[in-house]
Structure formats: structure tokens, C-alpha cells
């Protein structure tokens, strides 16, 4: 459930680029969505792990969306694994926008910050995040005002892919080893420009890196499961919902030589 600090992970914290060792073996994913991420993750927990396990992962993380509702069976999977098991959760953020009325469009508002359980006191703090997060607002819906995660932002490592202007807030809540620019590549058109744009604001504010594969599945073949999730939730057809859909079946569990092979497109001073 908890780490001693990201870094003790032997694989995931880069600064001032990106390290080959991140990469390698010991690779742990980070950002991984089980089915509890209701009509956005298509693998179960069990699932995930059975993965992790053959790709011989140290650890491995589950972040599902504004709450721990898959915790305690990927907890026990993990442990039967021998896998170190990190608890987590992707949280929405409020940024100002207005929640849709249908009040499943997720893809469309609030800010993602993903928050991963250090210790007791992490869990602890996490859980009342969620909560204030979940009970002034309706059923399937939640939202924290960024002002509130100061007063828990201890014994918690944050994981940020799309931090905007809120970076140096982030920093000063969370502390800066604490706060983790956050880079995915599924080979999408706007990925790589996306990423460059992070690696210059981690200069810029002296931010670590960490790269993920933003997990939704454990294998390739469960992409057309996600896409009916994805049209459910947005409550259209397929043939309607090829604008939510992602673009390919890169959003499943990588090994640390799959994610290298992704990231050798980068320029050679980079990765």
C-alpha cells in the first residue's frame, strides 16, 4: 500500500531527463486504471497484476479515479504476486469550468492530479481528499478545490502530466522532490510536442520526471473493450464516439524495453 518514497522504487524519478536506467527491468508502472475507474478501465485488478507479474515488475500502482474502490483486491493480488503494491488515485481538481450536466464527461473538465500513498499518514490524508472531494457534490461527481489540499498534502507524492500554471503551487504544497512532471507517449500525433513542452517546464521550475504508460488494460487486445466504455460514458455509439476514442491500443501495461524502444524516438539528449 505504501512507499518510502518514489525513489525508493528503483525505477521511476528522472531529473534533468530522462534516465536509461528508469527504463529498464525494474521498471514499476505508476499510473494504471483498473475496472473501478467506472466505464474507463477494462481490466480488472487481478488482471493487471497477473501482468505486472509476467513482466517481472517490482511494483506496481493503482489509480483509480477519485477513489481506492479497487484497493483492497489489487492489494491482495499484489501481495500473492509478490508484487510491492502502491495505492493511489487519480483526483480531480477543481479548475473553474463547469461540471457537464450528464455528469459523465470526464474527458472534458477539471484538472488531474494523481496522488500516491507514502505511508500510513498518506493513506489517511488521501482518504480525506477523496472525501472532501466526493460530499458537497452529486452522485458521480467530484471535484476539490486546489486550496484544499494543503492542509494534507503531507506523506503524499504527486504526479502531474498537464500541471498548466498550478506547477509552482504544486511545489510549494507538496514540496518540490515531491512533485513529479509526469510523461506518457501512446505514438498519438500531439504526444511528442506535448512532451517537449513538459521537458522545458521542468527545467524551467527544476521539476523531476517520470515517465508512465497511463494504464487503462493489461493487454493490447482489451482496447475494444475500452472503446465501448468510452462510448457508454458518453453515452453514444461507437461510430459516434471516434472523436473520445484514444487512437490506438497503446494505453496497456509496458514493460520498462517497450516504453525505452517508445522514448528512443526522443532526441538522443533527452533519453
Request: net charge neutral.
Amino acid at each position: 500500500m505504501m512507499i518510502s518514497r518514489l525513489s525508493a522504487i528503483a525505477t521511476a524519478p528522472m531529473r534533468n531527463g530522462l534516465s536509461s536506467a528508469s527504463m529498464t527491468s525494474a521498471y514499476a508502472e505508476l499510473h494504471c486504471h483498473s475496472n473501478y475507474s467506472f466505464l474507463e478501465g477494462a481490466s480488472h485488478p487481478d488482471e493487471l497484476v497477473a501482468r505486472a507479474r509476467d513482466l517481472e515488475m517490482p511494483a506496481l500502482a493503482i489509480t483509480d479515479r477519485n477513489g481506492f474502490y479497487g484497493a483492497v483486491k489489487f492489494f491482495g493480488a499484489a501481495q500473492r504476486a509478490g508484487i510491492q503494491p502502491i495505492v493511489g488515485t487519480e483526483l480531480t481538481i477543481d479548475d473553474g469550468t463547469t461540471p457537464p450536466k450528464d455528469r459523465v464527461d470526464y474527458d472534458r473538465w477539471g484538472e488531474r492530479l494523481l496522488l500516491l500513498v507514502e505511508d500510513k499518514l498518506g493513506y489517511t490524508s488521501l482518504c480525506r481528499l477523496i472525501s472532501m472531494a466526493q460530499m458537497p457534490n452529486a452522485k458521480g461527481v467530484a471535484r476539490l478545490p486546489a486550496d484544499q489540499l494543503a492542509p494534507l498534502s503531507g506523506h503524499l507524492t504527486a504526479l502531474v502530466a498537464d500541471p498548466k500554471e498550478r506547477l509552482p503551487f504544486y511545489q510549494e504544497i507538496f514540496g518540490r522532490d515531491r512533485v513529479f512532471i509526469e510523461l506518457h507517449d501512446h505514438l498519438a500525433p500531439d504526444d511528442r510536442s506535448r512532451n517537449q513542452r513538459l521537458l522545458e517546464l521542468a527545467g524551467r521550475y527544476a521539476a523531476p520526471l517520470v515517465i508512465t504508460n497511463e494504464v487503462f488494460y493489461a493487454t493490447p487486445d482489451r482496447h475494444k473493450l475500452h472503446d465501448v466504455l468510452t462510448a457508454i460514458r458518453h453515452r453514444t455509439t461507437l461510430d459516434e464516439a471516434q472523436r473520445y476514442l484514444h487512437p490506438n491500443a497503446e494505453h496497456y501495461l509496458k514493460s520498462g524495453a517497450e516504453l525505452r524502444r517508445v522514448f528512443d524516438r526522443y532526441p538522443r539528449d533527452i533519453v
